[in-house]
């Protein structure tokens, strides 16, 4: 048996640290309908290595931004608001769970594994006309940050359930379901909401094992629909071995789920699908970078 104390769980999670203050401040300014680009450079203007960061995301090809940026009103004319909040919520987040890797967890992989989710997220939103498909990137960066947050608070259970996914060729959730343990699910939810993430982020961490509408405890159409597109972008990324979250397992998607994004999977899926692969090929340089803890934040630089 897998022993985690629920009582220490939540104590030690409240001890990880909270994100930088600029991703709030952001995340305030905008979401108010009378910001400014000078604005958002002001408050980024406090984390220049931040800063650095997203302007090598926003210059790399997945981007494809003609003749590149050299400033963020640059990057921000061409990329968006949107756009520039998730990539500092999502580099903010990469480096804040900073881990070691271990023989039966990559930590390279892992974030592989959740930025291709990233991106088919974002892929399929833009296939289905879903009205801010930039949201859905940081919902499928962050579905499994559970698991990083177990690492942090029982590393021991983590490998375990590791060890056991690979030997059983089951689910990394599978293993903690069948073993009673606090799913990564609602261990990452607990910290989003203790870091005060947007609903929908809390959403896709929470539900994107769960198929079943009528057990996601009566979400609204709208964040049902995000925990689909994260629950389905899951399930292709792990049939594409794009990455490893900790188990080798490949399922396949539900017909409800299909059917409820209107994806047919003979006429759609395969577009879809060729879609995500060729997002990935051109993201292959964003992937590697993004994962990349070289973020330096005040000053200081996190390695993994």
């Not at 790399?60 to 968006?80: E, M």
């Amino acid at each position: 048996m897998i022993a985690v104390n629920t009582d220490a769980l939540v104590k030690k999670l409240n001890e990880i640290p909270s994100l930088p203050s600029v991703v709030y401040e952001l995340s305030r300014i905008i979401n108010d309908p009378m910001s400014s680009t000078k604005e958002v450079e002001s408050i980024m203007s406090q984390d220049i290595g931040m800063t650095t960061k997203v302007l090598r995301l926003a210059n790399s090809a997945y981007y494809a931004i003609p003749g590149g940026v050299t400033s963020l009103s640059r990057a921000i004319a061409f990329i968006g608001f949107d756009t520039i909040h998730q990539l500092v919520l999502s580099a903010s987040i990469i480096n804040a769970l900073d881990i070691k890797s271990t023989a039966n967890f990559e930590i390279g992989d892992f974030w592989k594994h959740s930025i291709a989710v990233a991106i088919a997220s974002e892929t399929i939103a833009k296939y289905i006309k879903h009205p801010a498909p930039s949201d859905l990137f940081t919902c499928g960066l962050v579905h499994d940050m559970g698991k990083i947050a177990l690492y942090f608070v029982a590393p021991e259970a983590l490998l375990q359930i590791a060890e056991q996914a690979l030997s059983k060729n089951k689910t990394f959730y599978e293993i903690e379901v069948a073993e009673g343990v606090k799913p990564h699910t609602e261990i990452g939810r607990m910290l989003a909401e203790r870091w005060q993430l947007p609903k929908s982020l809390q959403t896709a961490i929470r539900f994107h094992h769960e198929a079943d509408v009528a057990r996601r405890s009566g979400l609204s159409a709208d964040f049902n629909q995000t925990a689909d597109i994260v629950m389905l972008s899951n399930l292709l990324i792990h049939a594409l071995k794009f990455g490893n979250s900790g188990h080798k397992t490949i399922l396949g998607a539900p017909n409800e789920l299909l059917n409820r994004l209107h994806l047919h999977p003979q006429g759609d899926m395969p577009v879809v699908i060729k879609d995500i692969k060729a997002q990935l090929e051109q993201g292959s340089e964003f992937i590697k970078m993004i994962a990349n803890s070289d973020v330096e934040t005040n000053g200081d630089k996190k390695a993994s």
